[in-house]
């Protein structure tokens, strides 16, 4: 069966700090990816999504970027994070429907 | 990003009774329509889906679509105080990559 693992679960870091998290997926090939980011009592924001390796399509301008280097792998980075990056990011892919892991709560100081 | 459009709520109901959530979209391309369940600091669990115009049941849910008013909803039947959660609506447009979410819906069942 298909299952896709996100960690940390938490995460606190300070501004100005870079940031990578990491997403990966078992059990299918090129699937799609995307990283979402709820900021607190809001709804899913859509970052990034990819449809294959090196494949990244850029939704919002921002102080964040995102890679596939593998096939089933996804990451989320940030040379330096701002206070406004906090928030609770989410990957997911997508089998027709989409499914999530289970999200980092980023806190930045 | 294209708006899809929730009553942020609380929207509160006696056990028993029937939740009902709204879900309007702007882009008329739009193709594939979700339900998300998603529990206070917790990842977005999948609901319903429904594609075509009309009603479409699983178990005490029921999705319904309007596309000639862009519109989606979703009946909860026979509430329970397990399904208070915050309630995702999520459009997909015709290229079937993106998937645009609402704000949500927080919904309160009382005992």
């Known amino acids: 069966s298909q299952t896709i693992h996100q960690w940390p679960a938490t995460l606190v870091q300070p501004v100005g700090s870079p940031l990578s998290l990491e997403c990966t997926v078992e059990?299918?090939?090129?699937?799609?990816l995307y990283w979402y980011r709820q900021a607190a009592g809001r709804g899913l924001q859509l970052l990034f999504y990819?449809?294959?390796?090196?494949?990244i399509s850029s939704e919002v301008p921002q102080n964040l970027s995102a890679s596939r280097p593998q096939d089933r792998q996804f990451i989320l980075s940030s040379k330096k994070l701002l206070l406004s990056d906090s928030g609770f990011y989410l990957c997911?892919?997508?089998?027709?429907?989409?499914?999530f892991g289970s999200g980092t709560q980023l806190s930045v100081l | 990003q294209k708006e899809v459009e929730q009553n942020s709520g609380p929207l509160s109901v006696p056990e028993g009774a029937i939740a009902s959530l709204n879900c309007t979209y702007s882009?008329?391309?739009?193709?594939?329509f979700f339900w998300y369940r998603q529990y206070s600091g917790k990842s977005p669990e999948l609901i319903m889906s429904?594609?075509?115009?009309g009603d479409k049941e699983d178990g005490r849910f029921t999705a319904q679509l309007n596309k000639a008013s862009q519109y989606v909803s979703l009946l909860i039947r026979d509430s329970q105080p397990s399904d208070s959660a915050t309630y995702l609506c999520?459009?997909?447009?015709?290229?079937?990559?993106?998937?645009?979410f609402g704000s949500g819906t927080k919904l309160n069942v009382k005992p």
């Open positions: 429904i594609y075509s115009n």
């Open positions: 059990g299918t090939s090129n699937p799609n």
């Open positions: 990819s449809v294959g390796i090196g494949q």
């Open positions: 997911a892919w997508k089998v027709q429907k989409l499914f």
């Open positions: 999520a459009v997909v447009v015709y290229n079937f990559n993106k998937f645009y």
């Open positions: 882009d008329r391309g739009s193709q594939s």
